[in-house]
């Protein structure tokens, strides 16, 4: 068997798997989130890319345009609910409606648990947690008027494994994971499915690491089954289409782990 890892995929032709389809997506000004609303307009989907700096969701929806896909930028901080209810309510003007929501953002730090602050964990929560819950009770209205949709939320690989310096992240994320198995109980009678993906993936944060850390980011990768970090548009955002899709339209609850086989 070779030892060679696995090449990366390549990102999907453009095609009309989502054609007629509305997806905002928070945190969509770069990384995982980045390569999700690439992912989703290559799959024909109205794309609406939320952030909060809105001149990198605009330099991604103008990424997108250069392909042929339908992107619209709207400024987002997800801590603020006024400014959630705002985008979900551009949304509804501009299209008429929404077929999912996809739950990317979320400001990440790094402690001991020993020196763990009350500010930590509020950041995690209200990055998280809250704005997760306040970004699916704005869509929630527009997802039933549609007659169903799909929501994917991400949690995390840290909070799994448990990994150190991770405590209030994993805490946050772990909510997440929670909040989404109860909303697939309560809105499956709407049609609404609500699913949780566990990325490991090459983040603005990890390829700086590998530049920074080359040795120790290798030893990282040996720990990954497929011998790569998993792409943000190839891997991720592909997945996530098939979630938005009809492909997997009994999946609700559960939680979809790509990590590579990482251990």
Same mark, same amino acid.
């Given at each position: 068997?070779?030892?060679?890892?696995?090449?990366?995929?390549?990102?999907?032709?453009?095609?009309?798997?989502?054609?007629?389809?509305?997806?905002?997506?928070?945190?969509?000004?770069?990384?995982?989130?980045?390569?999700?609303?690439?992912?989703?307009?290559?799959?024909?989907?109205?794309?609406?890319?939320?952030?909060?700096?809105?001149?990198?969701?605009?330099?991604?929806?103008?990424?997108?345009?250069?392909?042929? &896909? /339908?992107?619209? =930028?709207?400024?987002? %901080?997800? $801590?603020?609910? @006024?400014?959630?209810? #705002?985008?979900? *309510?551009?949304?509804?003007?501009?299209?008429?409606?929404?077929?999912?929501?996809?739950?990317?953002?979320?400001?990440?730090?790094?402690?001991?648990?020993?020196?763990?602050?009350?500010?930590?964990?509020?950041?995690?929560?209200?990055?998280?947690?809250?704005?997760?819950?306040?970004?699916?009770?704005?869509?929630?209205?527009?997802?039933?008027?549609?007659?169903?949709?799909?929501?994917?939320?991400? &949690? /995390?690989?840290? =909070?799994?494994?448990? %990994?150190? $310096?991770?405590? @209030?992240?994993?805490? #946050?994320?772990? *909510?997440?994971?929670?909040?989404?198995?109860?909303?697939?109980?309560?809105?499956?009678?709407?049609?609404?499915?609500?699913?949780?993906?566990?990325?490991?993936?090459?983040?603005?944060?990890?390829?700086?690491?590998?530049?920074?850390?080359?040795?120790?980011?290798?030893?990282?990768?040996?720990?990954?089954?497929?011998?790569?970090?998993?792409?943000?548009?190839?891997?991720?955002?592909?997945?996530?289409?098939?979630?938005?899709?009809?492909?997997?339209?009994?999946?609700?609850?559960?939680?979809?782990?790509?990590?590579?086989?990482?251990?």
């Amino acid at each position: 068997m070779s030892s060679t890892p696995t090449a990366s995929p390549q990102s999907a032709e453009p095609s009309d798997r989502l054609a007629g389809k509305v997806v905002l997506v928070t945190g969509a000004g770069q990384g995982i989130g980045r390569g999700t609303a690439r992912a989703l307009a290559r799959a024909g989907a109205d794309v609406v890319l939320a952030g909060r700096t809105v001149t990198k969701c605009e330099a991604v929806a103008a990424e997108i345009e250069e392909f042929g &896909g /339908s992107a619209f =930028a709207v400024a987002c %901080d997800v $801590t603020d609910r @006024a400014q959630i209810d #705002a985008a979900v *309510a551009a949304v509804a003007r501009r299209f008429g409606g929404l077929d999912a929501l996809v739950n990317n953002a979320q400001t990440s730090l790094q402690r001991l648990i020993a020196e763990t602050s009350p500010e930590d964990v509020e950041v995690c929560w209200r990055s998280g947690p809250l704005a997760t819950l306040y970004a699916m009770q704005a869509a929630l209205p527009l997802l039933r008027a549609r007659g169903g949709g799909s929501i994917v939320n991400f &949690g /995390s690989s840290t =909070a799994i494994d448990g %990994d150190a $310096t991770f405590g @209030a992240y994993a805490m #946050a994320k772990e *909510a997440i994971r929670g909040l989404s198995r109860v909303a697939a109980r309560e809105w499956g009678r709407y049609g609404i499915r609500v699913n949780i993906v566990v990325p490991v993936a090459l983040s603005p944060a990890a390829a700086d690491f590998s530049r920074t850390e080359p040795e120790r980011f290798r030893a990282m990768t040996k720990n990954i089954a497929l011998g790569r970090m998993g792409d943000p548009e190839a891997d991720i955002g592909q997945a996530v289409v098939a979630l938005v899709s009809d492909d997997l339209a009994y999946l609700t609850g559960d939680t979809l782990m790509l990590t590579g086989g990482a251990r």
